[in-house]
T-cell receptor, first 112, second 110 residues
Framework: NAGVTQTPKFQVLKTGQSMTLQCAQDMNHNSMYWYRQDPGMGLRLIYYSASEGTTDKGEVPNGYNVSRLNKREFSLRLESAAPSQTSVYFC???????????FGDGTRLSIL | GENVEQHPSTLSVQEGDSAVIKCTYSDSASNYFPWYKQELGKGPQLIIDIRSNVGEKKDQRIAVTLNKTAKHFSLHITETQPEDSAVYFCAASIGNDMRFGAGTRLTVKP
């Protein structure tokens, strides 16, 4: 009964470092999403994947890349981290396209 | 693109009272309106949603109403309980564009 699992839960990086945030869902959902959440703002979509093998840019894609490894897994990569990418990152999945139902508990990322 | 405004940003009510959170959207073609509850340290949880062909939907103590003409929708929580305390987000979507409101922090005082 895991739902959406994100790893790691916390991470501190230095400017210029790279890292990959992992996300996996066990509900056999086709659609998956990556959001960032900043104080005083709603969630903003970074990238989404409508189905296995497809990915598309969302509202704020600059500085990020994604991989839909298989139906279960959707990873988010920061190639060269910047302080402006300090945020909480959420992965979500859904059965219906663009109706995110289940969210992970987030990755809290700080970039110094 | 879509733009969603949410009010109020904070709301404090006494246990047992009702709470109402309102959102307005800009794109009249938006057709899906979900509401999420986010507890501290957790991800958002979908609590109720409504589609543009429905004016009202209810699920136990929560209800959502949609006024397409005025382009606004509201979340109503009746008989509030301390465990309703959380941040609530509305969203509006059309196709592959979904935008979220900035959130309402609801505090229910025992």
């Amino acid at each position: 009964n895991a739902g959406v699992t994100q790893t790691p839960k916390f991470q501190v990086l230095k400017t210029g470092q790279s890292m990959t945030l992992q996300c996996a869902q066990d509900m056999n959902h086709n659609s998956m999403y990556w959001y960032r959440q900043d104080p005083g703002m709603g969630l903003r979509l970074i990238y989404y994947s409508a189905s296995e093998g497809t990915t598309d840019k969302g509202e704020v894609p600059n500085g990020y890349n994604v991989s839909r490894l298989n139906k279960r897994e959707f990873s988010l990569r920061l190639e060269s981290a910047a302080p402006s990418q300090t945020s909480v990152y959420f992965c979500a999945s859904s059965e219906s396209f663009f109706q995110p139902q289940h969210f992970g508990d987030g990755t809290r990322l700080s970039i110094l | 693109g879509e733009n969603v405004e949410q009010h109020p940003s904070t709301l404090s009510v006494q246990e047992g009272d009702s709470a109402v959170i309102k959102c307005t959207y800009s794109d009249s073609a938006s057709n899906y309106f979900p509401w999420y509850k986010q507890e501290l340290g957790k991800g958002p949880q979908l609590i109720i949603d409504i589609r543009s062909n429905v004016g009202e939907k209810k699920d136990q103590r929560i209800a959502v109403t949609l006024n397409k003409t005025a382009k606004h929708f509201s979340l109503h929580i009746t008989e509030t309980q301390p465990e309703d305390s959380a941040v609530y987000f509305c969203a509006a979507s059309i196709g592959n564009d979904m935008r979220f409101g900035a959130g309402t922090r609801l505090t229910v005082k025992p």
